[in-house]
């Protein structure tokens, strides 16, 4: 089974500054992939970032970045230079890779509020 | 180009009412299909999955149940609606590699 724990209910940003937000996972799993999804209040899921546990460089998707460090299970966002638009939910999740089922497991995720 | 169709946006519906959402999927073929709910200010729980036609796996025991009778179409059914089934619902697949997962504009339910 897996575990996504996000211990950071909401965080607050300057707008231009940059922000991390944490994630902590737990599996038996070898072979996984850790996904981050924002939420804005229209309810829709973002895809934005994903990074697998066998790859050894940190994703990176435009102002998006990864921080894996696979040693303490832990794979936290960061969001550079921060715009009001970034203000939502934003949720960890993962998923095994080898198994038919390959659901997603979620975290409970962390409410960004980006201040101008 | 692969989308995904849920509908409807939002659903208020009387306790003890039946309840069928649907998801459709183009542009793909044998995806894995997915329904989470997500309470509100929650995270999301899986309900469903399904790895092929008429193949449905429950993660969580409830009042609802999970049908495809075609391999892009997923129904999320119940025959008497609970006020504790009210929540923001999800549909999800993946296809056959692993390039991510796409997500509806999910159903808003109201159990009144």
């Known amino acids: 089974a897996q575990k996504i724990t996000q211990t950071q209910p909401g965080m607050f940003v300057q707008e231009k500054e940059a922000v991390t937000l944490d994630c902590t996972y737990d599996t038996s799993d070898q072979s996984y992939g850790l996904f981050w999804y924002k939420q804005p209040s229209s309810g829709e899921m973002i895809f934005l970032i994903y990074?697998?546990?066998?790859?050894?460089q940190n994703a990176t998707e435009g102002r998006y970045s990864l921080n894996f460090q696979k040693a303490r299970k832990s794979a936290n966002l960061v969001i550079s230079a921060s715009q009001l638009g970034d203000s939502a939910m934003y949720f960890c999740a993962m998923s095994p890779f080898n198994t038919g089922r390959r659901a997603l497991t979620f975290g409970s995720g962390t409410r960004l509020q980006v201040q101008p | 180009s692969q989308t995904i169709h849920q509908w409807p946006a939002t659903l208020v519906q009387p306790v003890g009412s039946p309840l069928s959402l649907e998801c459709t999927v183009e542009?793909?073929?044998?995806?894995?299909l997915y329904w989470y709910r997500q309470a509100a200010g929650r995270g999301l729980q899986l309900l469903f999955y399904?790895?092929?036609?008429?193949?449905i796996s429950s993660e969580v025991p409830q009042n609802l149940s999970a049908s495809r009778p075609q391999d892009r179409q997923f129904i999320l059914s119940s025959k008497k609606l609970l006020l504790s089934d009210s929540g923001f619902y999800l549909c999800?697949?993946?296809?056959?590699?692993?390039?991510?997962?796409?997500f509806g504009s999910g159903t808003r339910l109201t159990v009144v």
């Open positions: 399904s790895v092929g036609i008429g193949q």
């Open positions: 542009g793909t073929s044998n995806p894995n």
């Open positions: 990074q697998g546990s066998y790859d050894e």
């Open positions: 999800a697949w993946i296809g056959t590699g692993f390039d991510g997962y796409t």
